[in-house]
């Protein structure tokens, strides 16, 4: 749901926009970038490729009450919006698929939204390193991973967003929500054993969770009536929550800010567009970036055997039972441009 700062002056002169009209449909173009940033403990190489997203949306406003779904795919080809290549390993290797459902409530200036996604973002990963990695994979076990070869690096989510949108007379909008993040990936994960200098490293696969409330400003500077630009900014609010699962370990998710765990977590977006906009219609273009980091540092007892490396990659065992540091690192930014058509009747 774009974020909207109109104010009474913008409203009595305009007789259709996005957010009065009955219908609202869109489609748009966006290259988008996946930059993931390794920990010190691995050496990786990814396929930094753009993904060429297509954008499609339909949005309907009733009275004080607005409902949306929007789709987005980088396998779709525009010469057959309907085909996607689902038998094309190569493409499939390297894929950002969306569907996102959204619906809002307007009270004058106070506006509320909340949206679903559904997310998945492909692409590979290859070692650097001489040593070799163990990679507990989701579903083939244990994989040693030597210097060369490839394997597939993902995130794979569902999101779920609350927010509250308030617009000041001076087209600034304040925003304060809450999102929930359930995702599955590959984590790279720093093992020591407590009282001990063992330590080692493994990348884990890990299903997670973030609780993350974050505060948002969104600023419209018109340059004449049918020529605007957009900034927004928001970011997390030093409460976020980062529960990673496996059957590797267990985490008590009873107390996750008492002194056995020590996180860094959060979410920070900006955004910068130009939108040209007609009585139906508008042009938007743009630029966006989304930095996420999970970082836990934990203590917990494993649950199974686990083989990891050192940093000098020999081989380090730690058994069923032993009481264990886990440290936790993943962090990632997605980030490009954007350019989006849309209309409204």
């Not at 909008?173 to 063992?198: C, H, W």
């Not at 500077?221 to 409460?239: A, E, H, I, Q, T």
Request: aromatic share 18%; charged share 20%.
């Amino acid at each position: 749901m774009p974020l909207k700062a109109v104010s009474e002056e913008e409203s009595d002169t305009q007789a259709f926009s996005e957010d009065n009209a009955a219908w609202y449909i869109y489609g748009g173009y966006n290259v988008s970038y996946w930059t993931i940033i390794p920990s010190v403990f691995f050496e990786f190489s990814y396929n930094n490729e753009p993904y060429k997203i297509k954008q499609f949306g339909i949005k309907t406003n009733y009275s004080i009450f607005s409902f949306g779904l929007e789709y987005n795919n980088s396998n779709i080809s525009f010469s057959n919006v309907f085909t996607i290549n689902e038998n094309d390993k190569e493409n499939q290797s390297h894929l950002a698929e969306q569907l996102k459902i959204f619906n809002g409530l307007s009270f004058g200036k106070l506006s509320v939204y909340l949206s679903a996604s559904y997310q998945k973002f492909n692409t590979t990963a290859t070692s650097t390193q001489e040593k070799d990695i163990n990679y507990y994979s989701k579903n083939d076990g244990l994989i040693i991973v030597k210097e060369h070869d490839t394997i597939e690096w993902f995130t794979r989510y569902s999101k779920y967003d609350l927010r509250f949108d308030y617009s000041t007379s001076d087209n600034g909008i304040f925003s304060l929500g809450i999102r929930y993040m359930n995702f599955e990936a590959p984590t790279e994960v720093d093992i020591s054993k407590q009282n001990s200098t063992t330590s080692g490293g493994i990348i884990l696969f890990t299903k997670n969770k973030i609780i993350d409330p974050y505060f948002g400003v969104t600023l419209k500077n018109r340059s004449s009536n049918s020529f605007y630009s957009l900034f927004s900014v928001s970011g997390s609010m030093l409460f976020t929550s980062y529960y990673p699962e496996s059957q590797y370990f267990d985490i008590d998710y009873n107390n996750p800010l008492s002194f056995e765990s020590f996180s860094i977590t959060g979410v920070y977006t900006c955004s910068y567009a130009f939108h040209f906009t007609g009585e139906h219609y508008r042009i938007e273009t743009g630029v966006k970036a989304e930095a996420s980091m999970a970082s836990l540092l934990y203590d917990s007892t494993l649950e199974r055997d686990i083989t990891a490396r050192s940093q000098t990659g020999a081989p380090v065992t730690f058994n069923t039972g032993d009481a264990v540091e886990l440290n936790f690192s993943r962090n990632e930014v997605f980030w490009g441009y954007y350019i989006k058509a849309s209309s409204f009747f």
